[in-house]
């Protein structure tokens, strides 16, 4: 697992917004090479991403790299291996084979805690297994702009909810963390917090944000509530002492695959 629920994407272009993104509250902030930055600022927000990386917490910071498919994206990496301090996430996007995240492995290898592929086409949702399932990977990215726009659609629940299902299968395969999504209409927070419960029940761990108001929902929707808790709780103490039993409590049946998902909810909660 990632260990977070939310995070913040942040233009890499706009180095002036990186402190203020680290303290906008989030778990982890994003700093993105991708497609925030425009094709004339590529190098120049690379060398804004290797000053950063010597100042922010890289505990909390993860960086989306160009696509390996690009002239960019091979930049981006080989830039990154050549310095000291790396990020503790490394997103990659448009990852349609596992072969993409095997080259970013076989460079980085374990100077990073994790690498989070970004699902965004058909073709790539396809893979997902075989992606989920590659070295290096502790989560993966529902990259539902370009899926819309793929499949001619709206960036909307309803017309992706075949996709976000098939890709919470591909994580699921593989047990790493799936993330869903930012939700772009900034100003609809119903909306907001109505998607992320629907991510969080359908098996998301995180969502990202786009803005750091954005943040406060998205926690308080995706992570346990005290009644999640407290009946996870209950439950656990409960089947523990009957011995790991198959049980009635409380009217419903406690055994082993609900006792995984109770115990999912303890170990979030911390």
Known sequence: MTGFTNFLFVPANRPERFEKAANSGADLICIDLEDSVPAEQK????????????????????????????????????ALSATEQ????????????????????????????????????????????????????????????????????KLE???????????????ASAAVAAIDVPYIDMSNEAGLEEESARA???????????????????????KPTEAEVAEAIDAINAFDAAGGKAISYNGRMLEAPVMQRYRHIAAAAG
């Open 43 to 78: 190098d120049s927000a690379r060398e804004s991403v290797l000053d950063a990386l010597k100042t922010l917490d890289r505990a909390k910071m993860a960086v989306r790299i160009n696509g390996l498919k690009t002239a960019a994206g091979l930049a981006d990496l080989l």
């Open 86 to 153: 790396l990020p503790a996430l490394l997103f990659l996007p448009m990852v349609e084979s596992a072969t993409e995240v095997e080259i970013a492995h076989s460079i980085l290898g374990d100077r990073v805690e994790g690498l989070i592929p970004l699902i965004e086409t058909v073709r790539g949702l396809r893979a997902g297994d075989a992606i989920a399932g590659s070295a290096g990977v502790t989560g993966m990215m529902f990259g539902g702009g370009d899926f819309s726009a793929e499949l001619g659609t």
């Open 157 to 171: 629940w309803e017309p992706l909810l075949a996709a976000r299902g098939a890709f919470i299968l591909c994580c």
């Open 200 to 222: 969080k029940a359908m098996g998301f761990h995180a969502k990202a944000a786009i803005h750091p108001k954005q943040i406060a929902l998205i926690a308080k929707a995706m």
